[in-house]
């Protein structure tokens, strides 16, 4: 039928557009997970990692810990696993004991925002936390 021809090319038409915009995004974004650190992790741990956020003026308990230091305090070597296990803070890590001047814990908070968790949310909140975790490293001083 020929509405359901129109419909079909509208839906392809719809498509392509919203591919293009999503490449664009990502180019936009710069390196993988920068995009999602200046959105969700800046105002606390500062623009360039150094613990200097936003938040620390307006709760001053707050002690964000300084990523750029890292490796440094690793002996020389960027411990991935226990900062892709802090971002996501499903493990009950120390950060997360610290009553109300908590590290947030991501894994949670990005499952929730997808609805009810499945495999593909968890999919999503590991490329997301991992992006993050490679953001990290970039930020680490020598
Ligand atoms: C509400 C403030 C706040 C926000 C927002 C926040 N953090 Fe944190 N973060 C903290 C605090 C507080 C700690 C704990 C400091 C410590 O244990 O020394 C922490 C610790 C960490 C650690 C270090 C864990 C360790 O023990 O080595 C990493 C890595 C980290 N945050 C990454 C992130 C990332 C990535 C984001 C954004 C997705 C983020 N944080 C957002 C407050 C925050």
């Not at 300084?66 to 296990?85: C, M, R, S, W």
């Not at 004991?97 to 590290?103: A, F, K, T, V």
Request: proline fraction near 6%.
């Amino acid at each position: 039928m020929l509405a359901e021809a129109s419909i079909r090319l509208k839906l392809a038409a719809a498509v392509s557009i919203w591919l293009l915009l999503a490449s664009n995004a990502v180019m936009a974004q710069g390196l993988p997970g920068e995009q999602d650190y200046r959105n969700n992790c800046a105002i606390c741990h500062g623009p360039t990692g150094k613990g200097d956020g936003q938040a620390v003026m307006v709760l001053p308990a707050l002690r964000p810990k300084d990523l750029t230091q890292l490796t440094k305090e690793n002996h020389g070597v960027f411990p991935a696993q226990k900062i892709y296990l802090a971002i996501d803070g499903r493990d009950n890590i120390a950060a997360h004991e610290l009553g109300d001047n908590r590290m947030p814990t991501w894994g949670v908070n990005w499952q929730m925002g997808a609805g009810e968790p499945n495999p593909t949310s968890e999919a999503n909140t590991r490329r997301r936390i991992q992006n993050l975790v490679s953001y990290i490293e970039t930020l680490q001083e020598k």
